[in-house]
Structure formats: C-alpha cells, structure tokens
C-alpha cells in the first residue's frame, strides 16, 4: 500500500511558527521559506531526488520508562480508502531535525499532545522508501524517500488534525502483531516492530 504522508503548506499556522529562514534580508530571501516547493515543482523533485522525512512512534511509558502503549493514526487516502500510519513528514529547508519531530507531532496529534524529545534526537533506524516494491521492506509509489525513524513518548492529550481521523492506543503486543502490520501503509509495520525492538518492548 502507497505512503500518502501530508505536505502541509508552510503559510498554514502562521509566520511565527516558521523556523528562522535563513535567506530573511537576502535578496530574493522572503518572509515564508524559499526552498518550499509548488506542487509541479514537487513532483519534478520527487522524480530526480530522494526526499528527506521523519517519523515518529507515538508511545506512553509508565513510570519506569517502559513502554506500556503505541499510538497509531487512521487517515483517509486521496482516493478514499482508510489506512493505519504513524506520524510522518518532510523536513523542511533550514529545519532542525527535531524541530521537524515537534512540527509534525504537533500537526497530527495536537499541540496539548507534549512530546519529550531530547536536545539531540537519535533515530532508532533509518527507513528507505522506494517507488518500487520489493526493494526494501518500504514503498511509496511518489518517490524516493530516505526516512530518519524516532520513538516518541507523549505526556499530554492527543487530538488528531489535519488528515489524521483518530488515534488509537494499543499494547505493544497489538502493535507488532500481523493483523495491524496489514493495516498500515508503506510497510510501516516493519518499522513499529524495529520501534518496539529498539526499546526493548518486542516480546
């Protein structure tokens, strides 16, 4: 199944939300980020470039740290078929690695959601994404994606936005279990089993 990640315009929540650009007072630098691609010129990039993206592995830990649920999105595809997705976006010019992670957490799980993300984020694995199948464990019919994967302990109340309809929290038994890897797009399945592993929660 095709990874239909969202590419929200960067003009959506306002200025103040931006990362500093760094071509502001540049000539040709504007108030809105530079880089930020049209939809044609999106798909040219696609077509000769990887892209780069991060992900993230929502999860609630108990009070030692383990991990005790994981959090997994319902979306609705451009063509109307449901599917199950973790959060998931590019990064942007002149963006943080983390300040991508908090973006996107924010975007899909709310802003009351509260990740704990670390000064220096380290992902647990690096996830290739090919627009043809059986390259490696993931697909995206779009494009060549190189992804930067993290697991990501939310304190706070979840509400999905945007093209998230719902999260659903479920036992890490749940989480890693066939049924639910059939449910989700892009062979991220795979990729929640390497989360849990990765923590130590994969019995």
């Known amino acids: 199944m095709a990874v239909r990640t969202p590419d929200p315009d960067p003009d959506e929540r306002g200025e103040s939300s931006l990362p500093a650009d760094p071509l502001r007072g540049v000539p040709g630098g504007g108030a809105t980020n530079p880089a930020w691609l049209s939809d044609v010129e999106l798909t040219e990039a696609r077509r000769r470039l990887p892209m780069l993206y991060v992900e993230a592995v929502p999860v609630r830990t108990d009070g030692l740290g383990a991990v005790t649920q994981v959090g997994i999105l319902l979306r609705a595809t451009p063509v109307g078929e449901m599917t199950r997705t973790i959060v ?50 993931f697909h995206d019919d779009r494009q060549h994606a190189v992804s930067l994967a993290f697991v990501v302990p939310v304190t706070g109340t979840c509400e999905p936005r945007q093209d998230a309809l719902e999260v659903t929290w479920l036992d890490p038994a749940e989480a890693a279990s066939d049924a639910l890897a059939a449910e989700m797009e892009g062979g991220r399945g795979t990729l929640i089993r390497l989360a849990l592993a990765s923590v130590g929660a994969l019995r």
């Not at 002149?94 to 220096?120: K, Q, Y």
């Not at 380290?122 to 059986?134: L, M, N, R, S, W």
């Open 88 to 137: 998931s976006g590019r990064v942007r010019y002149g963006e943080t690695i983390r300040d991508a992670l908090f973006r996107h957490v924010e975007n899909d799980l709310g802003p009351m959601a509260f990740p704990l993300l670390p000064a220096s984020p380290t992902p647990f694995t690096v996830a290739e994404y090919f627009p043809i199948p059986g390259v490696s464990p």
